[in-house]
């Protein structure tokens, strides 16, 4: 696999004053699909190096097409390759690369960035509907989640081939 990064400029044009960040790569996503609302994602970044410029790197910058937002609303929703048997109100699902910066004596930039091995983890509100889906929540009952959300245009599907159901012993959820 080969590692792809990218650069993000931020800018004060009033000033003449462009910071560059090179080398950045995504360490951590979070979606959350809430039944009452429209569909967030947040990311945060690492990267290996910043520099201040006094021009910035695309004079033409052009504005990006703005889309419809998603919402849950004509998402299709499996548990163990079926519908989902039971009610959901809610997911939440975070996906960590666990990168670090690798730093030398006598250099300001990061010589490298190591990725280290990456963690999903997610939650889930639902209601049940029957005693299979209790009982496979009970007994820690491996399974998977697909859910594919679309805005009538776009469409992203997210696939866990492998999930295991437990419950927040603090919120009872």
């Known amino acids: 696999t080969t590692r792809k990064s990218f650069t993000i400029e931020q800018g004060s044009p009033d000033i003449n004053q462009y910071s560059v960040y090179t080398g950045i790569v995504v360490d951590q996503m979070t979606l959350t699909v809430p039944v009452d609302g429209i569909v967030t994602a947040s990311f945060a970044v690492i990267g290996k190096d910043m520099t201040v410029r006094g021009t910035t790197l695309d004079a033409t910058f052009t504005q990006p097409v703005a889309s419809q937002p998603f919402v849950h609303e004509g998402g299709v929703f499996s548990i163990g390759n079926q ?22 004596l006598g250099n300001t930039q990061a010589c490298d960035l190591s990725v280290a091995m990456s963690r999903v983890s997610g939650a889930m509100t639902i209601y049940f509907k029957d005693a299979a889906a209790i009982n496979a929540f009970l007994n820690g009952t491996e399974s998977s989640l697909e ?7 776009n469409t992203h599907t997210y696939f866990l081939p492998k999930i295991k159901y437990n419950i927040d012993i603090v919120t009872g959820k």
């Open 147 to 153: 859910f594919t959300l679309s805005d009538g245009t």
């Open 83 to 104: 519908p989902a048997s039971c009610v959901l109100t809610g997911i939440t699902l975070t996906v960590e690369n666990g990168t670090t910066t690798n730093f030398a």
